[in-house]
């Protein structure tokens, strides 16, 4: 890992805190040693950031102007929280702490008042059924893949116990209560696709990437499949 990676990584722990935290237990979190952390923290100190305590009281990052200061209205806390609580309880451990990572951002610059109504806020999401059909390893990957927009290889099972290998252009993941599922271009079908993330076997990020951008497959599968674009395409 980089130091500025670190360091980075040194705020997002920080901020997830509203006490001052160990610096053993920050360290141990990042897997450096204690003389390492103090010149992290020196570092971030340097850089501007409020970072308050000592060596045997803890440490505490104060709100400060990383982002710029923000107001929101109840109804949007509770969507954000809800929204990031469902993204870290339901997702791969890389997404899942993203979600508590921007979290923890969003609460670091809101206002007294308004941090306090987010971090005690009762709205919670339940246990996900899929979580222990897909390993994260694989949902990760594919997520990924989506991202990058490069083709995939896999082994894959469909609902008759049929195998096949297949070479996909993955353009969009669905996270279904049951299991996620991702939609791509078939080399071998030469059609789109949809596949069951529990039915995908030695899945593999291949090099190269897919020909067609993944904003246009995503508009020509929505047209196939008669979906109309959600409130997010349109804006």
């Known amino acids: 890992m980089s130091r500025a990676l670190r360091l980075t990584q040194l705020q997002q722990l920080l901020r997830r805190h509203r006490r001052p935290v160990a610096g053993q237990v920050l360290a141990d979190a990042l897997g450096i040693s204690l003389r390492t952390l103090y010149r992290d923290i020196?570092?971030?100190?340097?850089?501007?950031?409020?970072?308050?305590?000592e060596a045997g009281v803890g440490y505490q990052l104060t709100p400060s102007d990383t982002l710029p200061p923000m107001t929101l209205p109840p109804a949007e806390i509770d969507a954000l929280v809800l929204g990031l609580r469902w993204v870290a309880a339901r997702t791969e451990p890389a997404l899942a702490e993203a979600a508590r990572d921007a979290l923890a951002r969003i609460a670091h610059v809101l206002p007294a008042a308004r941090r306090e109504a987010l971090r005690d806020s009762g709205l919670r999401v339940g246990p996900s059924r899929a979580a222990a059909k897909v390993p994260?390893?694989?949902?990760?990957?594919?997520?990924?893949a989506v991202g990058s927009q490069q083709r995939l290889k896999f082994g894959y099972e469909d609902a008759h116990g049929q195998r096949s290998e297949r070479i996909v252009w993955p353009f969009a993941l669905g996270y279904f209560d049951e299991v996620p599922m991702l939609a791509a271009w078939c080399e071998r079908r030469e059609d789109f696709r949809h596949f069951r993330l529990d039915r995908i076997r030695q899945v593999r990020v291949l090099e190269d990437h897919y020909l067609v951008p993944r904003a246009t497959l995503l508009r020509r599968w929505q047209k196939a499949q008669g979906i109309a674009p959600d409130w997010l395409d349109r804006s």
């Open 42 to 53: 020196e570092t971030l100190r340097e850089q501007g950031a409020d970072l308050r305590g």
């Open 136 to 144: 994260p390893a694989r949902l990760q990957a594919v997520r990924e």
